[in-house]
């Protein structure tokens, strides 16, 4: 089966544009990727901070109501932190597959690319209609 040159071009053209699509899908993931792993690191030293700090507070510490609030927060920030890092791990995953598809579509573009090249290297070089040119005397 052989496509039309304007077919081809279509082709690349289309081709092209969803491999641009799917690279800024790529860049975006990676920048929420980035920001997820930013936050469930800060809230993993926030939580090693409040530890560290309850383990110096902890033998002075006598009020039970303030005792039960303490121990409140930190089942409140241990919480915070697994869902951060539950987000960290789906980001990872899609990251993952947007990274793929974009190799996908840039491996398409080069296909394409390469077919209308080897297209344009076989075809006959373009002749001049002479049936039309006037004689010149």
């Known amino acids: 089966m052989s496509l039309g040159p304007r077919i081809m071009q279509r082709l690349l053209d ?14 975006a993931g990676a920048r929420a990727w980035t920001k997820a ?15 560290a700090r309850r383990r110096q507070d902890g033998a002075r510490a006598s009020d039970s109501e303030a005792l039960r609030l303490n121990q409140g927060f930190h089942l409140k920030l241990r919480d915070a932190r697994k869902q951060q890092d539950r987000s960290v791990a789906d980001l ?3 990251t993952r597959q947007t ?19 080897r297209r344009l290297a076989t075809e006959p070089p373009a002749t001049a209609d002479l049936s039309s040119a006037k004689p010149t005397s």
């Open 99 to 117: 990274h793929a598809a974009l190799i996908r579509h840039q491996t398409r573009v080069r296909a394409l690319e390469a077919m209308q090249a």
């Open 37 to 51: 792993r930013q936050t469930a690191d800060m809230l993993n030293q926030y939580e090693q901070e409040q530890y």
């Open 14 to 27: 289309q081709a092209g544009r969803r491999r641009d699509k799917a690279a800024q899908a790529a860049q």
């Open 92 to 94: 990872t995953e899609v």
